[in-house]
């Protein structure tokens, strides 16, 4: 079954923007979630970030490389904007010094690139740090990958699938799953790849209000015959009030409104082998996927202002199970630490 995988949305919804904004407080933002079919390598996030403030003279790059043993390969740097315009002068670049993420055709294809330095470390340093504020110092590796990414669904807005309570006010924000195809090379060691990935691509509002921030759990995969999920789920707050939840499922060529049943809440540190499974409930029923974490990276809590911190974060690939079929697929959870039974 053919799906239109723009979903039949205007092309200047997936362009970037190509001037400077007035607002200082703007933001933009791209990212991706890529995995191998193989379950040798995964990238588990890398993002261009930007904001009004320094849209000229900085923005921030992130990358999260790990393979199965345990190894992380990461980039957390400001660097120099990269011009917005590609080879024929349309805006669909971002880019932050060595990265570049690029829209070759609008929601059908867009390409990844880097090519610099960047950290090695590893999950188990990476999680005491979390968790105990040992720093180990990494060192220097050569990374370089390039990666094409066909899309293979319709892109989700987010507040368009009967969503229960508030996505972040203001941003406008879709995400779309996608076939990858691409190498990854570190320190010279190449590992070519098949297999898919997430992106995500917002514009506009502010940074959330993180004192009202209590957690997530999200998560998305496509399968070899088609059928895709998504879900994100924000941690109710202390009252039970719901703050944001909804998804989707992509089954027989329809996407569907669902919602995660029994949320699987990051309770822990566990690098791989967590049983994340879930169902899905939409107006066909019900929809169980069985999961558990493949590959794992860790980031810190990341102050944000007047003593405000966005919690630990795990970004992650996961393995997923529908009715037999497998695939690999993303997965990114947070917690805060002073909440209750956490």
């Known amino acids: 079954m053919t799906i239109d995988v723009t979903g039949g949305t205007d092309i200047a919804e997936d362009e970037v923007t190509a001037t400077a904004p007035t607002a200082p407080e703007y933001r933009e933002g791209a990212s991706v979630w890529i995995w191998d079919d193989a379950g040798r390598v995964g990238l588990p996030r890398i993002a261009v970030e930007c904001v009004g403030a320094t849209w000229d003279t900085a923005r921030h790059a992130s990358v999260n ?42 929601f059908r294809r867009w390409r990844v690139t880097f090519e610099g330095s960047a950290r090695a470390t590893t999950v188990d340093d990476q999680i005491e740090a979390c968790t105990d ?13 390039e990666i094409e990414a066909d899309m293979a669904a319709p892109p989700w807005f987010q507040g368009t699938l009967d969503p229960d309570g508030q996505f972040v ?17 570190v320190d ?20 959330s209000d993180y004192s009202d921030w209590y957690g997530h759990c999200w998560q998305s995969a496509v399968f070899p015959s088609g059928r895709a999920f998504g879900f994100i789920h924000y941690t109710p707050r202390p009252d039970g009030s719901v703050k944001y939840h909804e998804g989707f499922v992509l089954d027989g060529g329809e996407v569907v409104a669902a919602k995660v049943v029994e949320t699987p809440w990051k309770k822990g540190w ?25 590959l794992s990276t860790f980031n ?7 003593g405000v911190a966005f919690p ?31």
């Open 65 to 106: 490389l790990a393979f199965p043993d345990g190894r992380v390969v990461v980039v957390r740097e400001n660097a120099t904007p990269l011009p917005a315009t590609d080879e024929s002068g349309r805006p669909r670049v971002l880019g932050a010094g060595p990265l570049r993420l690029q829209c070759i055709e609008p």
């Open 133 to 145: 504020s040992t720093r180990h110092e990494p060192h220097d590796v050569s990374l370089r990958f």
């Open 169 to 185: 006010v203001g941003e406008h924000r879709f995400e779309q799953l996608f076939r990858a195809e691409g190498a990854v090379d």
């Open 188 to 207: 010279g060691t190449t590992t070519a790849f098949r297999g898919g990935g997430l992106r995500i691509h917002r514009k506009g509002g502010a940074r």
């Open 270 to 294: 566990e690098a791989s082998g967590e049983d994340v499974s879930f169902t899905l409930r939409t107006r066909r029923g019900d929809v169980p996927i069985e999961a558990e974490t493949y």
């Open 300 to 306: 810190p809590a990341a102050p944000i202002r007047d």
């Open 312 to 342: 630990p974060t795990q970004q992650a690939i996961a393995r997923y199970q529908w009715d037999g079929e497998e695939a690999y697929g993303m997965i990114e959870r947070s917690t805060r630490a002073d909440l209750p039974n956490q």
